[in-house]
């Protein structure tokens, strides 16, 4: 898939990614230099510098995170963007000064979607009814070292189906029900075996050491010798970084104590409410980097609001009711973004320092079940995305440009996980 010039960084995000790469480098030769290793050695053997890129890369100090909370078919009608951070729409009323006053960081965004609402569902996360959907392949990279890859979490998700036409993530099946989420999440780690491959690396350089001693000269000898030495410090180093303590999930574990009502509206905001703390708590745990929350399905089954079901509440209750439930179901995305912001991960620093949020639908309007002008937003303090800044706009772009633009934020090749982008004037990157 070839991608036009619109979808290459900007020039502030090259600079950006280039400092990124610089200060990896940096941390990466300083590991190599506490584990006793000269970067000389590293060159003798391209299997050491793999194996020591690869516990780099899981030891990383300040790995990148993102959350994606659907809530399902699209806005408060055109009441969702709003002028300044301090000045909301309707819709947005939560994000803002009057609510969690959170807006100074998010870059609200009206995207389209391109299938409006019913089946549409996927198209939020750039997936559709066959392929993966975004968070599955950024779970693969950013979780690659993670207990858990990717959470999926639900309120009133899978009242209406669970088909790809319904269900936001092809990673399988949400979790509903708070208690169950902290149960499988905070009840015991994942075994995940044993990992035999440093032990493997090491047996293999040695091994190799050992065949050509006879064969060298004493000056040879000498520096064979000193790698050797040297291959058996690192491998005692990595053990000692292998064997460290696991999270202790207890002191991560949120106070659920049971399931909220979700029948009503209010209650499914409550109930929603729960699972960001679920996602919160895992992330502040570092169990996992990649979570996704689907907060209601556009068939608008398992709930009521106002004598309407979710589905007749837009297609008979008018704008007077459908507006009221949209903005009180948007108060759960302010109150993650929060949630982030006020709670630290294992260094120290807010959680959303390191965590791209990204609030997805499926539709623009569901009254009139436009693909248009649908909320998109993103809220972070990650440096690649301009470190915490508000903006707001219409654009040309679609669900796919959106992602496309996240994607390339958290340092990740978007050809390899959006197909289909094509540009647009998302702006995300600075």
């Known amino acids: 898939m070839n991608f036009s010039k619109n979808d290459k960084p900007n020039d502030k995000a090259v600079e950006s990614q280039k400092r990124h790469v610089q200060k ?8 190599v230099s506490k584990a006793g290793i000269a970067s000389s050695t590293l060159r003798y053997s391209s299997l050491l510098g793999g194996v020591m ?68 569902t996927r198209q939020a996360l750039g997936g559709g009814y066959n392929g993966n959907t975004i968070d599955v392949d950024l779970g693969n990279v950013l979780g690659a070292t993670s207990y858990y890859s990717t959470i999926f979490l639900g309120s009133n998700a899978t009242a209406a189906g669970t088909g790809p036409g319904i269900i936001v993530s092809s990673g399988g099946q949400p979790i509903e029900q708070p208690t169950a989420a902290v149960e499988k999440f905070f009840g015991a780690l994942p075994d995940l075996g044993n990992d035999e491959t440093y032990k493997k690396s090491f047996a293999a350089q040695k091994a190799a050491v050992e065949a050509v001693k006879k064969k060298l000269g004493t000056e040879e000898q000498a520096r064979l010798s000193t790698h050797f030495k040297a291959l058996e410090k690192l491998e005692s180093r990595i053990t000692e970084l292998s064997s460290a303590q696991a999270p202790d999930l207890n002191a991560c574990k949120p106070n659920i104590a049971s399931d909220p009502d979700d029948g009503q509206n209010a209650g499914m905001v409550t109930h929603a409410k729960l699972q960001a703390d679920v996602i ?18 556009h068939q608008g089954g398992g709930w009521n609001y106002k004598g309407f079901d979710g589905h007749s509440a837009g297609h008979s209750g008018g704008a007077s009711v459908w507006n009221a439930m949209m903005t009180e179901k948007f108060e759960v995305p302010a109150y993650l973004i929060k949630k982030l912001s006020e709670t630290n991960d294992s260094n120290g620093q807010p959680l959303i320092n390191s965590t791209a949020f990204c609030q997805v639908s499926c539709a623009g309007n569901g009254l009139s079940h436009s693909s248009a002008d649908s909320p998109f937003m993103l809220a972070t303090k990650l440096p690649e995305f301009g470190g915490g800044s508000f903006s707001s706009k219409g654009t040309a772009a679609s669900a796919k440009n959106f992602l496309s633009e996240v994607t390339k934020g958290l340092g990740v090749d978007p050809s390899a996980t959006i197909v289909g982008a094509s540009g647009g004037d998302v702006d995300l990157l600075s």
């Open 24 to 31: 990896a480098r940096r941390g990466f030769l300083d590991m």
């Open 53 to 120: 890129t690869a516990r780099y890369a899981q030891a990383a100090d300040s790995p990148k995170r993102v959350v994606f909370c659907y809530i399902h078919s699209g806005a408060p009608e055109n009441d969702f963007r709003p002028t300044s951070a301090t000045n909301m729409a309707g819709g947005t009323y939560h994000y803002g000064p009057q609510g969690h006053d959170i807006a100074g960081i998010c870059k609200f965004r009206g995207v389209d979607t391109g299938v409006a609402v019913h089946g549409g």
């Open 280 to 297: 919160t708590a895992a992330f502040a745990c570092d169990i996992t980097r990649v979570a996704v929350m689907q907060i209601g399905n």
